[in-house]
C-alpha cells in the first residue's frame, strides 16, 4: 500500500498497479495527443525523461501513443520500482522498439543531470507533492533547454463521494475531513512543503510567466459506485484520507474513526462512489527558447 498522505512519499508497487488503470482511464487524450504532435514535428530520435517513474506506468501508456524513435530515461530513488520498470519492453507508434534507461538518483536538485538529454519532461501524480521552488526550479530549468513538458495527474485538492446519479455527497464531516487532508498535502513529502491542490495553477503560473504555451486539462478519477475493479483503490483513498486527517488533528480521533467506518461501510456495500480531483498540463516553449 502507498503512504501518500504520509511525510514522505513512498509507494508501493501494489499500489501503484491497483491505480494504473483508473490513472490511464482518467488522464487526457487530447493532451497525449498534442504530446505526440509536437515531437512528430522534431526530427530525429525523440529523448524523454520521466521524472518520478515509479514502475513505469507513464512509460507504458504513452510510448505507444507517441510517435518514434523514442529513447526514454526513467528517474526515480526507488531501486525495485526501476527494476520493475526496466522489464517493460514496449513499441512506439509505429511498431518500432522503444529504448528505455533507468536512473536511480532523487529528484533533487533539479539540475543539468536531471534534465538532460530530452525533448519532452514527463511526470506523473508527482506534482502536488513538490514544493514551489522544485517547481520553479524544474520550469526554469526546462525553459533554458527548450523543452515541453507533459505533467498528468496533478492532484488539485477536491474530492468527494459519489451517489447513485453520480452527484456529490458532501456531509459535513466530508467537508470537515477533506480540509484537514488539504491541509496534510501541504505537509513536506520530501521535496520541500508541498503544493498539494495549489500545483496545478502553480505550475501553469510559472510556466506562462517564462514564455510556455500552456494548455490545462481537468482528468479527475471518476470510481463509480459498486465497480469490483476499482472498489480496493476506493478503500485505499478513504484510509488514506482517514490517515491524513488523523495525523493532522489527532485529538479528532474518535469522530474521525467514525467517519471513516461509516463511510468504508457504504463503500463496501456498493452505495457510494468517489471522485479525486487531477489536472494534465502539457506546455510547449515560446519561440525564444532554447533549443
Request: hydrophobic share 45%.
Amino acid at each position: 500500500m502507498m503512504n501518500a498522505c504520509g511525510d514522505a512519499a513512498h509507494f508501493s508497487a501494489d499500489w501503484l498497479a491497483s491505480r494504473e488503470a483508473l490513472d490511464a482511464r482518467s488522464r487526457s487524450r487530447c493532451l497525449t495527443g498534442l504530446a505526440a504532435a509536437w515531437l512528430a514535428a522534431r526530427p530525429g530520435v525523440h529523448r524523454l525523461v520521466d521524472l518520478g517513474s515509479g514502475s513505469g506506468s507513464n512509460l507504458r501508456f504513452l510510448a505507444p501513443r507517441l510517435p518514434g524513435p523514442q529513447r526514454w530515461r526513467l528517474v526515480d530513488h526507488d531501486d525495485e520500482l526501476l527494476a520493475r520498470a526496466g522489464r517493460t519492453r514496449l513499441h512506439d507508434a509505429e511498431g518500432g522498439r522503444v529504448a528505455v534507461g533507468l536512473e536511480r538518483r532523487d529528484l533533487t536538485p533539479v539540475d543539468d543531470a536531471l534534465l538532460r538529454d530530452a525533448d519532452l519532461v514527463v511526470a506523473s501524480a508527482l506534482c502536488d507533492l513538490v514544493s514551489r521552488s522544485w517547481a520553479e526550479a524544474l520550469v526554469d530549468g526546462c525553459a533554458a533547454r527548450g523543452q515541453a513538458l507533459l505533467i498528468t495527474l496533478t492532484v488539485d485538492g477536491d474530492w468527494a463521494f459519489l451517489d447513485a446519479g453520480g452527484e456529490r455527497v458532501d456531509s459535513d464531516e466530508d467537508i470537515a475531513v477533506r480540509t484537514l487532508v488539504q491541509a496534510h498535502q501541504r505537509r513536506d513529502k520530501g521535496l520541500g512543503v508541498a503544493l498539494g491542490g495549489q500545483a496545478p495553477a502553480v505550475l501553469a503560473e510559472r510556466l506562462e510567466a517564462a514564455g510556455y504555451r500552456v494548455v490545462s486539462v481537468y482528468s479527475p478519477w471518476f470510481v463509480p459506485r459498486g465497480e469490483a475493479a476499482t472498489r480496493l483503490v476506493a478503500e485505499a483513498l478513504l484510509d488514506g484520507w482517514h490517515s491524513a486527517a488523523l495525523e493532522q488533528a489527532p485529538e479528532q480521533a474518535e469522530r474521525l474513526a467514525r467517519w471513516h467506518d461509516a463511510r468504508r461501510a457504504q463503500l463496501a456495500a456498493g452505495e457510494l462512489g468517489l471522485t479525486v480531483g487531477h489536472r494534465d498540463l502539457f506546455a510547449t516553449p515560446g519561440a525564444g527558447a532554447t533549443a
